[in-house]
């Protein structure tokens, strides 16, 4: 398609076509997403951000994604423990459903003693730790 100067038009719809596929590529390309990208701008042309239409505080906002993020590289962490470390962490921290059991509690609903959770408790935590200092994020 051409104007009445002879130049060359893209139709709007191919446009869009090439922003939505740029689009598709940058979302491969980029591994992580900052809260503080713009994402367009409102009516007095000011930048956008993330963070801006969430309607939450910066800081909680931040707070509550990391926190998000290190409860799931810890929970990709206690896999790795065997079933019984994997019962008491679980059990004592509550990181299935909030609820925190004591070590008397869980010695009681599993048969076994005090001192032996304790004991389980302080050798998984031991693999935990060094788990995240081989991957350098003590």
């Known amino acids: 398609m051409t104007n009445k100067l002879g130049t060359t038009l893209i139709p709007v719809f191919e446009i869009d076509i090439e922003i939505l596929m740029h689009l598709r590529f940058m979302k ?6 900052s809260l503080y990208d713009p994402i367009g701008v409102d009516k007095e042309g000011n930048e956008i951000t993330l963070i ?5 505080h910066p800081e909680v906002v931040a707070e509550t994604v990391e926190t998000r993020f290190e409860k799931k ?13 994997k019962k008491v962490l679980e059990l004592r921290f509550g990181l299935n459903n ?7 509690e869980i010695a009681k609903s599993l048969g076994i003693s ?12 031991s693999k935990l730790a060094r788990e995240f200092t081989m991957e350098g994020c003590q």
Not at 98 to 104: L, Y
């Open 52 to 56: 801006d239409i969430l309607g939450t």
């Open 73 to 85: 590289r810890l929970m990709d962490k206690v896999r790795h423990l065997t079933r019984r470390e």
């Open 98 to 104: 909030g609820d925190r059991k004591t070590q008397r």
């Open 28 to 33: 491969k390309v980029r591994a992580e997403v």
């Open 114 to 125: 005090r001192s032996y959770v304790s004991r389980i408790e302080k050798r998984a935590i």
